[in-house]
């Protein structure tokens, strides 16, 4: 048992990685659905709370703590399944609670049952919230030798919760979990030693690390060695290659992945140009709250490139990436000429799309402000 999360990314500035506008090329002035002003899609780092937010369990529509009460979990079809990590799957946090405190005071003690525990104390999920609580029980499942108790414990070390910050404690962690192949722990060792690298066999070795985090399946650390093969950092430039690993943290659905190949497919930089699969996945992140993939489906459906030209559509996106506050005057300009019927429609259409929306990742600023002759130039042809 071991409670799946999304990928623990350390609060380091991705600037150590990317020059923003380097993902444009030299036709960066020109209209591409890339970002306006020449900005890259901004890689969301969520706060620590964030970091060890579970990926999937269903949340409960009662409050915390409430969800398992007079709901008894469906007997897991194997026998020997996870009944706690199966209850914290479904949102019953004080069944999984009872369940893995049950076998993290057994004899011997289930490490992954502790991690769970430090877990549910993290998020105050069927318990109160109570970080230092959490700390202890992350503790206790590093000591056993769980990996990913280890590296979740070193993001509380960094980060400073539910304990002191000791950033030499945090690294011998995510050494000590990367010996033993934890993906998240290499992947943020990466990132650290990144952003100390004085010299160039200092960043070769953190790409030799990151890549093995990619390899591992970490879509963070696949987004991230994309970067690096891109700008040859630690590693020597190679366009086709960056591409690749775009593709594979796009199909595990990382957002800025998902944007940047969609941007890559279109430019046709390092595969074939498609830009209905470009405009696909743009949709894929646009469903999923990105402002900068909503500004560049609103172009799209401006322009009838990858998709049928449908200004009702463009105008509808464009409402609500700059809700976000990424702001576009050639849309806003486009979005003028349209009748009153046609704005009604779109605006009934953003409504509603705009309903299904759950917390929306962050953009750059720099995207956010991008604007003037840039942004409203005219589409290459």
Same mark, same amino acid.
């Given at each position: ?210 890549? /093995?985090? &990619?390899?591992? @399946?970490?879509?963070? *650390? +696949?987004?991230?060695?994309?970067? #690096?093969?891109?700008? $040859? %950092? !630690? =590693? ?47 949709? /894929?992140? &646009?469903?999923? @709250?990105?402002?900068? *993939? +909503?500004?560049?489906?609103?172009? #799209?459906?401006?322009? $009838? %490139? !990858? =998709? ?47 309903? /299904? ?25």
């Amino acid at each position: 048992m071991s409670a799946t999360t999304p990928a623990a990314r350390l609060a380091l500035a991705l600037s150590l990685l990317v020059a923003p506008a380097a993902a444009l090329g030299a036709d960066a002035e020109k209209f591409s659905p890339l970002a306006p002003g020449g900005t890259k899609p901004y890689l969301p780092i969520p706060s620590f709370r964030d970091m060890m937010m579970p990926e999937g369990p269903a949340q409960p529509d009662k409050p915390q703590g409430e969800a398992a009460k007079g709901v008894q979990p469906e007997a897991p079809a194997d026998p020997n399944a996870d009944v706690a990590f199966g209850a914290f799957q479904r949102g019953l946090y004080q069944r999984a609670f009872e369940e893995a405190r049950r076998r993290a005071e057994a004899n011997p003690p289930d490490r992954a049952a502790m991690t769970l525990l430090g877990e549910l104390y993290a998020n105050g999920y069927g318990v109160p919230r109570k970080p230092e609580e959490a700390v202890r029980w992350y503790q206790r499942a590093a000591d056993a030798g769980d990996a990913r108790a280890m590296t979740t414990l070193a993001l509380a070390r960094l980060e400073g919760f539910g304990s002191k910050k000791d950033e030499a404690a945090a690294v011998a962690l995510l050494e000590k979990a990367g010996d033993k192949n934890e993906p998240e722990a290499l992947y943020n060792l990466a990132l650290i030693e990144l952003e100390r690298a004085n010299a160039p066999q200092q960043a070769v070795a953190a790409a030799r690390r990151m890549k /093995r985090a &990619a390899e591992l @399946g970490e879509s963070a *650390a +696949q987004y991230a060695y994309a970067v #690096l093969l891109r700008e $040859g %950092r !630690g =590693v020597e430039k190679d366009s086709s290659a960056s591409t690749e690993w775009l593709r594979r943290a796009a199909e595990q659905d990382d957002v800025a992945a998902l944007v940047e190949y969609a941007i890559a497919l279109f430019k046709g930089t390092g595969t074939v140009s498609n830009e209905a699969e470009a405009a696909r996945l743009f949709r /894929r992140a &646009a469903d999923r @709250g990105n402002a900068i *993939a +909503q500004n560049r489906l609103a172009r #799209l459906y401006a322009y $009838g %490139r !990858g =998709v049928d030209r449908d200004p009702v559509k463009a105008a509808a996106w464009h409402r609500l990436s700059a809700a976000q506050g990424l702001k576009d005057p050639w849309l806003e300009g486009f979005v003028g000429t349209l009748d009153e019927k046609d704005k009604a429609a779109a605006d009934a259409l953003s409504a509603r799309w705009g309903e /299904r929306f759950g917390p929306i990742p962050r953009v750059s600023q720099a995207a956010m402000t991008a604007g003037g002759e840039t942004a409203a130039s005219a589409p290459k042809q």
